[in-house]
């Protein structure tokens, strides 16, 4: 017998979207590593990124930001 409710991810239903899904999974499998597996998957787990505002149509200064987990 067919449902008629469309099936939901079990993230979604948790109410998470899934970059955070998979942000936790990536985070709990460097934890289960051993070492020095696990120091390297760290390092590459650091994140930087350029944000630049526009205004007037033109692109203002832009600001270097990182999006490291705390540690």
């Given at each position: 017998?067919?449902?008629t ?60 930001r990182?999006?490291?987990p705390?540690?």
């Amino acid at each position: 017998m067919a449902s008629t409710a469309a099936a939901v991810p079990f993230w979604r239903a948790a109410g998470m979207t899934y970059i955070t899904y998979s942000n936790i999974c990536a985070s709990l499998v460097r934890g289960c590593l051993k070492e020095p597996y696990r120091s390297e998957a760290v390092s590459r787990e650091q994140v930087h990124f350029i944000v630049s505002k526009w205004a007037n149509g033109k692109p203002e200064k832009p600001s270097i930001r990182s999006d490291s987990p705390e540690v």
